[in-house]
């Protein structure tokens, strides 16, 4: 990851409704109808352990909160204090308190083995700089059966012009990079309008 490098997209789209004057509305409630969406995908639990990696200020931290309370965490990771402390500052006005934010290096979210049931990277993995040691870390950081939601533009088609090449992603790019380390494709699918969302899980140890 370079200096902005899981908290790009945060800073563009996280930011909750009433924290950004200068979006319209109309496309600040298409942003929250299309979060929902995405959350459904994964059927969270009270109880669960996931991380939004790359969490910017909370936008998905804060709705995913809930949904594992009361013994379920979040894992609020990014490489920004800044936008931590945003974060910090929206739990305590929404009083949610199973919110933990964890400042990660570049190459290191710092997060515990093996403790994770979901983590989930909204338009950042593009951004790695060190995307090989990032993939170690996050397969140390999964239960056996934990799962990661990916979401990154499409490279190929039309549908994701209106962003910049360099934040586009191939099904085949991501997968060049996601099956050697480690993973497996459990889902893909292409309901969205202009994303892939990948769902990888551990790949079975080969006999």
């Not at 950042?124 to 934990?146: N, R």
């Not at 799962?147 to 962003?163: F, S």
Request: with cysteine.
């Amino acid at each position: 990851m370079g200096a902005s490098a899981v908290s790009t997209a945060a800073r563009i789209s996280s930011a909750p409704i009433e924290d950004l004057p200068r979006i319209p509305r109309r496309e600040a409630r298409e942003r929250e109808k299309e979060c929902t969406t995405r959350l459904k995908v994964l059927k969270l639990k009270p109880g669960q352990i996931v991380c939004d990696l790359g969490c910017g200020n909370g936008f998905y931290a804060l709705k995913i909160a809930p949904q594992v309370a009361p013994e379920g965490q979040v894992l609020g990771v990014d490489i920004q204090p800044e936008m931590l402390e945003m974060l910090i500052e929206f739990c305590k006005r929404q009083k949610i308190e199973n919110i933990k934010p964890i400042l990660g290096d570049f190459n290191d979210p710092k997060l515990p083995k093996e403790s994770l049931d979901w983590i989930i990277l909204t338009d950042v993995y593009h951004e790695f700089s060190h995307p090989e040691a990032m993939l170690a870390k996050m397969l140390e950081a999964l239960k056996p059966t934990g799962k990661v939601l990916l979401l990154e533009y499409r490279l190929d088609g039309e549908t994701a012009r209106h962003i910049k090449i360099d934040h586009r992603m191939s099904v085949k790019q991501v997968k060049s990079e996601w099956l050697p380390a480690g993973f497996e494709l459990l889902e893909l699918e292409e309901f969205l309008p202009s994303q892939h969302l990948f769902i990888f899980g551990k790949a079975k140890p080969k006999e």
